[in-house]
């Protein structure tokens, strides 16, 4: 199935519109999972419970719904493709391009991509909104034949008045002949480079795709409440949403940070409560050193000097002592 994934945007667009008679103009159209269930229909008629299929889905609610139908008729067929549905429904260009080319890959598997007898239109009746989508494709359908019918006429004035013109001029006949054999030789290589060009911008697409994905991930996480109001995430968003592209959003973002980490350090409590602790233990220890030098002096007295220490306490009308 890795082939599948080489298949460009305009070709799967093609397939759908022409297999459904839509007109989707891009592939996240089709996230909200009617389209898939239809081609799936198309490709097993009958299999798709089209009554439970909802055209009109615009939330993420009525959009899973439809996947559900979806993940119901995989099973019935024992397909083992993940449905990757929140992604999808977030219409991703990138993801629904991804899921979108396995369904074609899969349709075109079975019963070589033909669908006999298959009325897209009439299916299409019964869902949800159906009829709604049948009309603006008619409305599309009908606008584009008629741009295209007034195309041919001015182009065949066009045509008209090249040929009075080169019936007029001096030597026609050599420089159409020149021109249709220049044209004929380059045709093959032509189509050969017009091949490279779109799988190059397919390439460029998805890689464009992706890396953009990442930033979107970046910024739904930023939002989160818990770290919306970090001074990393300002840096970040800061970088994310600069308009000018010189360089200035970073040295900013890092001059954010390194402001917060300076205003932290001069508002922290830390260093306070260091110096408290250093001067209560000083405190501590020169109260130690005093008491271990009264209890020196005490114990080098001799006992004549301690009982005349304790006459004084007993002169000094202590209540211990009754007269």
């Keep these: 199935m890795d082939s599948a994934y080489f298949v460009g945007r305009s070709e799967i667009l093609a397939w759908i519109n022409s297999t459904l008679q839509l007109n989707l103009s891009k592939i996240e159209a089709a996230c909200s999972g009617a389209v898939h269930c239809q081609l799936l229909d ?61 369904m074609k890959k899969y349709c075109d598997s079975v019963n070589s991509g ?34 295209t019918t007034s195309r041919p006429h001015s182009s065949h004035n066009a045509r008209k008045s090249d040929v009075s013109t080169a019936v007029n001029s001096t030597n026609p006949a050599p420089k159409s002949t ?9 045709g093959p290589a032509y189509d050969e480079q017009i091949t490279q060009l779109k799988l190059s911008v397919d390439s460029l697409e998805k890689e464009r795709d992706f890396y953009f994905e990442k930033l979107r991930d970046i910024e739904i996480l930023c939002q989160t409440p818990e770290i919306e109001y970090s001074p990393v995430v300002a840096a970040v968003q800061k970088i994310l949403y600069a308009t000018d592209d010189d360089g200035t959003a970073v040295a900013e973002a890092q ?35 005093d008491l271990d030098f009264n209890v020196a002096g005490i114990t080098n007295l001799s006992p004549r000097q301690r009982l005349s220490d304790v006459s004084d306490v007993h002169c000094s009308e202590s209540p211990l002592m009754t007269c």
């Design 114 to 147: 033909l669908h006999h007898n298959y009325n897209p239109v009439e299916r299409r009746e019964v869902c949800k909104g159906g009829r709604e989508t049948t009309k603006k494709s008619a409305q599309f359908q009908t606008s584009a034949k008629a741009s």
């Design 178 to 186: 020149s021109t249709t054999k220049r044209y004929c030789a380059g």
């Design 42 to 102: 198309a490709a097993h008629p009958g299999i798709v419970p089209m009554h439970k299929v909802n055209f009109d889905a615009k939330n993420e609610y009525d959009m899973i719904q439809n996947y559900k139908v979806l993940q119901e008729v995989f099973n019935k067929l024992k397909i083992t493709k993940q449905i990757e549905v929140s992604k999808l429904v977030k219409g991703r260009p990138l993801d629904n391009l991804e899921f979108m080319q396995w």
């Design 255 to 289: 001059a954010m940070i390194s402001g917060q980490q300076k205003e932290a350090e001069r508002l922290s409590p830390i260093a306070e409560v260091s110096e408290e602790k250093s001067c209560s233990e000083t405190r501590k220890r020169k109260s130690i050193v």
